[in-house]
């Protein structure tokens, strides 16, 4: 028992793996079998001799059987209890004779296996303090040019016109969007600050108004004009700013010479806050959220759920969203292929001071506008959670400029329906209103019920991932890498019953022992059958093959050259007698 217990105080919390690990265990088992063993042979030794003890008085012939049972087995113990009532000694022994059979089951539990994770190497995951790609410089006619961002545009049009990227599988989970990596099956990394695109919207359906008008149309999908040469016509439906010299329909339809519904129905409507290419501001540039310093866009989106909807006069929503630069605290974690990360905190300017910062120049040939940013934009962040102070997170300008080039492209932008069984037309890319672009939508993520903020957020959060990826700007946190091992895990309550049983075997063999001491006469025979046998020989024959009350080497070795025999009339006969105390068989007659 001592050396189970110093070998589970040894392989307690250790690897299975670790050096000799499996052998100790094994070696463990194998105690185990050799302490069973060891409780169960004195214990039934110990009960055989409590077997004499007890017909040192009369008893019942049987109880010899019961006693002879109870030694070799849990069955005739369990008739030991019940026959001598739990009242007598032997009844101790023969207890432990069946609580030793579960001993095995005890030892088995007090080992488990369990797995845990241990640190083996370091995890590596991007982040970006100021994003600045590497942009190849660009000419009109010799004049610098402002291109928009390629790294953001492939993204950001996947949310325009559908419903966003998707996950890739990858082995058995799926590709991170960034360039992570983990050299083990999981990785942990502490929070961490980068620089990211946040998004927010708000309802503003209240500015919307339902009247029929006599105004300019400016959003059907066949305009290819300038906007002087816009058609006018009567048009009923929600306006912004309806009381006033400029109504803006944002959802409705035109009514024909009979005054029934004709043509397109417009279904949803983006119209951006700073104007392109002028970059002049609507009502201040915001409604809802002045304060944000630097958004890349300040846009009102008019959705409804398609043209049945705008027909029965049902208001759509307006939703006022703004896009803009922000510092997220990022909680990360890589296990078995899947990437999972949480944002715990936000971080933006929220103090928009002073003017515009945006400086445009229409060339004299009015074939062009020069547009210049004439700040970068940075983000005064407070200490990050890896403990260093960066106060100069963002973009530089001309990056700014490239992102609100790659929103320009969607808003403002027109959906519209030509009639009950066709499909939703998308308008975007209006710079230039000469020019018609168009996609047939089949199914647009602008309409109801579709969420638009959580559209925004879905698209921030790719837009953010893009940000962290470009190889010109970020730079890697570490974390750690784990693996998943099996180690051996000690339950010692389990060892509390086989100690039990080793305790109460020590009580009962030193009790037997005090108990059998004082009974002159009867031998230390325990649960040998010899003196049962002995005993039914004839007295000389008795004399001859014991004269003590122990067993010594002599007298074992005349028991072993002795020779005896049943005779079913006349019991045990020693061989050597037999000539004398046999008869001779009588004669037939003849």
């Known amino acids: 028992m001592a050396g189970i217990i110093a070998i589970y105080v040894h392989l307690k919390d250790e690897p299975v793996s670790a050096p000799r690990a499996g052998v100790l265990l094994t070696a463990a088992n194998v ?18 001799q409590l077997k004499w003890n007890w017909f040192h008085d009369s008893r019942a012939m049987w109880d010899f059987e019961i006693f002879d049972k109870a030694s070799r087995g849990p069955w005739g113990a369990v008739m030991l209890l019940f026959r001598t009532r739990g009242r007598s000694l032997a009844a101790l022994g023969a207890l432990l004779i069946v609580l030793l059979l579960a001993i095995d089951t005890f030892f088995q539990q007090v080992t488990n296996l369990p797995t845990r994770s241990k640190i083996r190497g370091t995890g590596l995951i ?3 303090v100021r994003y600045e790609p590497s942009t190849p410089a660009a000419f009109y006619n010799g004049d610098p040019e402002s291109i928009l961002d390629s790294n953001l545009e492939p993204v950001a049009n996947n949310f325009f016109v559908s419903n966003g990227t998707q996950p890739i599988l990858f082995g058995n989970g799926t590709r991170p969007d960034i360039p992570l990596s983990c050299p083990s099956e999981s990785c942990d990394w502490a929070p961490y600050e980068t620089l990211g695109i946040c998004s927010q919207c ?12 006599n105004t300019r149309i400016d959003w059907t999908s066949e305009l290819n004009s300038t906007i002087s040469s816009y058609p006018n016509a009567t048009v009923c439906g929600y306006f912004l700013n309806a009381t006033s010299e400029e109504p803006l329909l944002m959802s409705g339809y035109a009514l024909g010479t ?14 951006p ?5 002028m970059r002049d501001s609507l009502w201040g540039g915001s409604i809802e959220f002045k304060d944000v310093k630097n958004p890349i866009i300040d846009v009102l989106i008019s959705s409804t759920s398609g043209r049945a909807q705008v027909h029965a006069k049902v208001a759509p929503t307006l939703h006022e969203c703004v896009v803009t630069w922000c510092v997220k605290t990022v909680k990360s974690t890589y296990s078995y292929g899947t990437y ?22 229409v060339y004299p040939e009015g074939d062009s506008t020069e547009q210049q940013y004439l700040e970068n934009v940075t983000i005064r962040g407070p200490s990050t959670s890896l403990g260093s102070q960066v106060n100069d997170w963002g973009v530089g300008a001309d990056t700014m400029v490239g992102a609100v080039l790659v929103f320009d492209r969607f808003f403002p932008s027109f959906t519209t329906v030509a009639n009950e069984t066709a499909n939703a037309l998308l308008r975007w890319k209006t710079k230039d209103p000469t020019v018609v672009r168009t996609i047939d939508m089949k199914w647009n993520p602008w309409l109801l019920p579709n969420n638009i903020s959580h559209h925004l957020q879905r698209l921030s959060t790719a837009l953010t991932d893009v940000i962290r990826s470009d190889p010109n700007s970020n730079e890697y946190v570490s974390g750690n890498a784990f693996i998943t091992e099996t180690f051996v895990d000690v339950e010692w309550a389990w060892l ?12 009962f063999l030193l009790a037997t022992i005090i108990k059998t001491s004082n009974n002159e006469g009867i ?15 004839p007295r000389d024959s008795q004399q001859d093959l014991t004269s003590s009350s122990t067993w010594s080497e002599s007298e074992t070795l005349r028991s072993k050259q002795t020779r005896i025999r049943l005779l079913p009339s006349s019991g045990w006969r020693i061989s050597s007698q037999m000539a004398i105390s046999t008869p001779p068989p009588a004669r037939g007659h003849r």
């Open 523 to 537: 031998g230390i025979w325990k649960t040998s059958a010899m003196p049962t046998l002995i005993y039914s020989l």
């Open 340 to 361: 999972h990360e949480s944002v715990t905190t936000i971080y933006q300017n929220k103090t928009n001071e002073g003017g515009s910062p945006w400086y445009t120049f």
């Open 273 to 277: 806050l700073i104007t392109n290419p």
């Open 496 to 507: 509390t019953f086989p100690l039990a049983l080793l305790l109460l075997s020590g009580i």
């Open 126 to 128: 991007p982040r970006t």
């Open 31 to 48: 105690l185990g079998k050799v302490a069973s063993a060891a409780l169960i042979v004195p214990t039934s030794e110990a009960l055989g």
């Open 258 to 271: 009979t005054g029934e519904p004709q043509g397109e129905t417009l279904v949803m409507r983006t119209l």
């Open 202 to 213: 708000a309802d503003v359906s209240e500015l919307l108004r339902y009247t029929c008008l």
